[in-house]
């Protein structure tokens, strides 16, 4: 990774922020939602329902570019992207390896400055913002990415408190309580105290995700949180995600190439060669999505 990453994301986070009951219980039923279409509206039974009354954008990108290296190595990474995503949007972001799609999510948490054009997440403008800009915005994000990153000696439990220790608003709670309440609506009930090194690829992507997930962030990224889960509990992640877009207004952007979480999204974006599809090419997507035949 190169040194302009702000924070490194295959190191351990943990993301925060947002008020409200601080224990989140159980998943609700999903709902299943068409996508909608357009690179850049907020469309959708989905989004008409999630959309809060009077709220800015939680995140708007308007012709951002980026670059990588310089000279003949020089690679132009993200081009001409605009965006404008809504509290409480779920948007699925898919497309082909090397596409740019884990620039883009780097860029989304404030893990990466913004080179050229304009950057604003929960109103800021992040273009040329300074690290500690960086460092502070990012209290309000929580990652999920593809290695777990947890901190091997730490215990479960632990590891899922330590993203509560980042937050002032933790501090007079029951923290242990709320981390093992978190694994437990993973389905991690009876690993609290287990070592990293004694679960399974799937069990620590969970302990992960419950890190990400139990301080309540206001924006929640993940890059194939799911890929490493069976089934069952990719669902049980998923419906958890979707319940704190609807009950707290949790922003959630999510690479994936799972077509099973599709249903989930408000709103799909594609990535081509660094830049956004258009709603045509969207359409086109979706249509090989539910009819890979043709
Ligand atoms: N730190 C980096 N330094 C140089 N090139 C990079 C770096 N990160 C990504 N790239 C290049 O940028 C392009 C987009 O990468 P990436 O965002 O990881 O794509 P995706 O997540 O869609 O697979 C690729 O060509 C990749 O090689
Ligand atoms: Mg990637």
Redesign the pocket.
């Known amino acids: ?2 040194s ?2 702000a924070m490194d994301p295959e190191r351990p986070q943990a993301g925060p922020a947002s008020q409200g009951d601080p224990s989140p219980s159980a998943a609700g039923p999903p709902t299943l939602p068409a996508p909608a279409l357009g690179s850049d509206q907020a469309t959708g039974p989905a989004a008409i329902a999630t959309a809060p009354a009077a709220a800015g954008p939680v995140i708007r990108l308007q012709q951002v570019n980026h670059w ?2 310089s000279g003949d190595n020089r ?1 132009h ?1 993200l081009k001409d992207i605009s965006l404008t995503i809504d509290p409480g949007q779920i948007v699925i972001c898919t ?11 780097t860029m989304l948490g404030g893990l990466r400055s913004c080179q050229d054009g304009s950057l604003k997440i929960l109103g800021q403008e992040l273009r040329g913002a300074s690290k500690e800009k960086l460092a502070e915005l990012r209290l309000n994000v929580g990652f999920i990415f593809q290695a777990h990153n947890l901190m091997m000696f730490l215990n479960a439990r632990r590891n899922v408190r330590l993203s509560l220790e980042l937050h002032d608003r933790f501090f007079d709670q029951n923290m242990d309580q709320l981390a093992a309440t978190m694994l437990e609506q993973l389905g991690l009930g009876d690993r609290l105290d287990a070592m990293p090194a004694n679960l399974s690829g799937g069990q620590r992507q969970r302990v992960a995700i419950a890190r990400a997930l139990v301080s309540q962030p206001k924006i929640l990224l993940g ?1 194939e949180p799911t890929a490493a889960l069976d089934k069952e509990s990719g669902r049980t992640v998923v419906n958890l995600m979707q319940k704190m877009a609807r009950e707290q207004q949790t922003t959630i952007i999510m ?1 994936t190439h799972d077509n099973k979480i599709l249903d989930i999204a408000d709103r799909i974006i594609i ?1 081509e060669d ?1 830049r956004l599809a258009n709603a045509s090419q969207e359409a086109a997507f979706l249509q090989r999505m539910r009819d890979p035949a043709h």
Do not use: H, I, N
């Open positions: 990774m190169s302009e990453l990588f290296g690679k990474a497309g082909p390896s090397g596409s740019g799609k884990t620039t883009l999510l890059d690479v990535v660094g």
